[in-house]
């Protein structure tokens, strides 16, 4: 008879997450993962089969939720430039209230993993067409109100926004401040074409 599990998995995968956002793969040992999740070294290769997989469903989970929140923020019933203003400034005040600055995980993924590490970058990349899909449907929410040109070439603006999101990560790591991140987020917003 299979033995039940004697963890929770979900949190296991939290904390895991937390670690590797923390540190990145490479400087996460083992040991650093049984010591943050309270779970034995047996315990998470009987789970997740390596180091890969908890990496793997960490990135998943993140992903997930970070994707989430940004559809929740970008289908609001609002206009598409206030839309776009208010998740940029959501990104930018995420950033500075983040002491640590850790950036964002799929980010530090993309700059520590790929392209040696397909799986993780089928999982960033996914990530990013789920944040440009988000975009695209605010964007033609926007067009279809009138507040966009009708040829207005809605894959390249959200190309661009996803884009400015995933620099003000970078930039945020670095040290950039608020009025920095902020001049950057009314800079980008001005590539919005006016009413057609």
């Known amino acids: 008879m299979a033995r039940t599990r004697e963890f929770d998995t979900g949190a296991a995968v939290a904390a895991a997450m937390d670690v590797f956002w923390d540190r990145g793969y490479e400087a996460t040992s083992i040991q650093d993962l049984v010591e943050a999740t309270g ?26 939720h970070s994707t989430g929140r940004m559809a929740e923020r970008l ?5 598409v430039r206030t839309v776009l203003r208010d998740l940029l400034y959501s990104v930018v005040e995420d950033i500075v209230a983040n002491p640590g600055r850790r950036g964002c995980l799929m980010t530090n993924t993309a700059v520590e993993r790929l392209p040696r590490d397909p799986t993780a970058g089928a999982i960033v990349g996914a990530a990013f067409d789920r944040v440009a899909e988000s975009v695209t449907a605010a964007l033609r929410r926007g067009r279809a109100a009138g507040e966009l040109p009708p040829d207005t070439d809605l894959t390249a603006l959200a190309d661009l926004f996803t ?8 930039q945020g790591k670095t ?22």
């Open 175 to 196: 040290g950039a401040d608020r009025r920095r991140l902020i001049t950057v987020v009314d800079a980008a917003l001005k590539a919005l074409p006016g009413p057609g």
């Open 39 to 64: 779970v034995g070294r047996g315990s998470l290769y009987a789970a997740f089969g390596s180091k890969d997989g908890l990496y793997e469903a960490a990135l998943r989970h993140y992903a997930a």
């Open 75 to 79: 289908g609001r019933e609002a206009p």
């Open 163 to 170: 884009t400015v999101i995933q620099g003000l990560r970078v």
